[in-house]
């Protein structure tokens, strides 16, 4: 086979992935908007049968082959060498395991997954115990047939984040702690911000006119994007041109869909972005969870909550709600929607004090794999751990250590990638600031200029870059914390009067 | 092989056409309700992949051997029997056309809709003209390679109601056109209904609260079915315990959106009521085009448009919409919603004049195919056709014979079963009034109680049953025109006070 053949054969290997691709994504958007429960065992039945043969197309070692002989050729086309490159990298991870192994696994991760849900809706750590046992010797064992040299958590560590580990996650954990931790003090102490008109009665019908209101200021076109609801809001999509967003209305809180909604259109925008010509490849998609996580937070965080973009939008959400807040202003509204308390549940927690439920995980996760945390009194551990850095203890478990799902399908790594995003989009928007007059566009309802500018330098790549590749590109240096840990400290040291 | 081993290889043939068959379906469905348009070139380059993995799952060479041999077996019990026949049957009817074929007709009937959207938008039936003729020509070759010695159009026929003919379409036509031309001349000649108050102004946020209430009264649960909305309407599901109907609500009509709501209900509530156990097997469905019309045209005209069925619902009907029904008495409501007026689009037409619209159709099929009519000035033979049979002429060819999609992918054969459906109804409904109180069922909010009487005597039986074995089991004689017939003529000349 001369080049050519070899490509068009690629090419072909690379369509059918992206076909049943395609259909897992459709079938799961709708088992987890509209699908009906009865249904459940017979469409995940042949879920897992479609998601096999996926699984016999992504690891046919004579791609493996073909993928060597391509990546030997230097007449490849950079793009492809760097496609082909994370193929290799996808298909030598999960060939390794032997395949009983690799179902043995799967029935774990949807047992435990089980078992979560059962210790969650109980209160009773003990029943998710044994399992966060067994998943976390499964995954260690995965891991290791990897034959790295690289230890095992840092290999995870990596394989949400391309180029992180616990020696870098230390040095910017470290940073957070020091001064996050006396920061959260100070706020906690100091005299607090009215928020209570942000949880009077807000019926979700006029939420939602509000939301269109908001979906057209933030680009998110019914052309490519679609918006639904459910109990945990998530993006999904099947090209760029086709992104699903969910978000989810609480009565008595006005706020809380707005910023999920703002959160997960920054997640649909990066992908929405991607150059399209990487559709149906591994090239299309965000280049790591961090990056992922720093575009949605960016929108979240750094737009959503400065007084520019309510300077635009206050208005109508006023005209929603005249009786709740008709007699709110600008200011009080944008000081509220800033508050930060300490509190248990991470999916609720503000920005500043974010970070320190994050870096818990991590020491857990850290002292799980290095062997100096047991899944035993875990529980305890954990509301130690809460105590210590946010000063506040769950009376039980569903607020504690039960609140996430991550851990019982064997998400490790992962967390820590939720902090370090904040802290990439920081760096992001300080430049982007030095650019372009953020406030400006935010104020005269020109979002998309934000969004141009995020697209030239972060989105339209995919997963051609690293993402420090791509820091390094769009801010001129590498990533650094201190310009998250000065934006936080800034903006609180005023909200609160702290100087 | 064993008879076991011969079934395990089957079932397993079966789970995997399932499979296949599901994610179809959800895309297919989320096609039509949710996924944004930019993405679907996208989707469906993939789908019409998947489309082909299946295809080549159907007619692999290797199963129709495998299910011969089950046939000769004489130890097969006989649901596995049936359904063989049934395989046996897709299988001969779609290998006999050769492949290179079978693509290239996909093809032509996806231009051929695209060129009736725009001949319809366009109102210029001469843009899809040359597909009409090029489709009919390709459905005929189609069917010759199937060798059977039964002319063309009775195969057709054949596919949609199997047992079905142009003989006894023609007898069945026949009958409609003696005793319905003169009926509906005479209610179009008699004092008309007053039904004005139906089309005033109707908020569709309004519209939707009521559809709740009347899904719920449907016994339509959301465990096993889920609404959603569409430009038109239409019923699909994956398995028995997961089946999706969607509706249109215009604004300025109360009664639309409440009867496709209806009848659409009717629709999924056959599949849902099928037994389950041939979930994902082709025993799993409707028996016919006919017999799933006679439910859906059971549960809108023969249950939804009584006295009894408003007597329980109409009262919230008139709650929610005080302005606009509160002064309208239940009597002056019911009749209103039970007006006959010719008219020239088919999916608006009423339960009398509607059999008038598939006459008409079933006639320019039965011309084409036998050569006595012709695809040139075919619009002008239609309209005169509507003439003669309902007094209307269409001013432009989107309200003529451009008003439907079935001719433009070939879908011929299929049209009569509509009024076949809705002339079965009305003997299965003699039969169940008879057997039980439907009136008093429906008055007191226990819709249930006719569900199922049709679940035991029509639907839990899926395929297994030939449509004429369900209505002689069920009505204890063969389907008889003449029930129909009397029931349209009993009820209009009443409500025009004809006597």
Redo the contacts between chains.
Sequence with gaps: MNLNEKLQKYNDWV??M???R??LA??G??KLT??????SD??DK??A??SGELFSIETDPEMLKLIEELLEDENLDSETRRAAELYRKMIHDTVCIPKDEYVEAMELMNSSYNAWLEAKMKNDYSIFEPYLKKVIAVKKKQYEYRGSDMPLYDQMLDDYEPGMNREKYDAFFGALKERLVPLIRRVTEAEQVEDSFLYLNYPV?DQKAFTDTLLAYLHFD?????Q?ETEHPFTN???S????TTTKYLENNVISAILSTVHEVGHATYQHDVDPRY??TILADGISSGMHESQSRLFENYLAKTKAFWECNYPALQKQFPQQLGSVSLDQFVDAVNVAKPSLVRTEADELTYPMHILIRYEIEKGLFEGTISTEGLDKTWDDMYEKYLGVRAEKASAGILQDVHWSDGSFGYFPTYALGSAFAAQFVRKMRSEIDVDEALRTGHFEICVNWLKEHIHHYGCLLEADEIMKKATGEEFNVNYYLDYLEDKYTKLYHLD
């Design positions: 369509f059918r992206s076909a049943y395609m259909a459709v079938i958007i709708d509209v699908a009906p429960e009865a249904g017979y469409r042949r879920t049968f479609l019908s019914p052309s490519w994007g679609y639904n999509g099947t090209c041109n086709d992104m699903r559709d149906g």
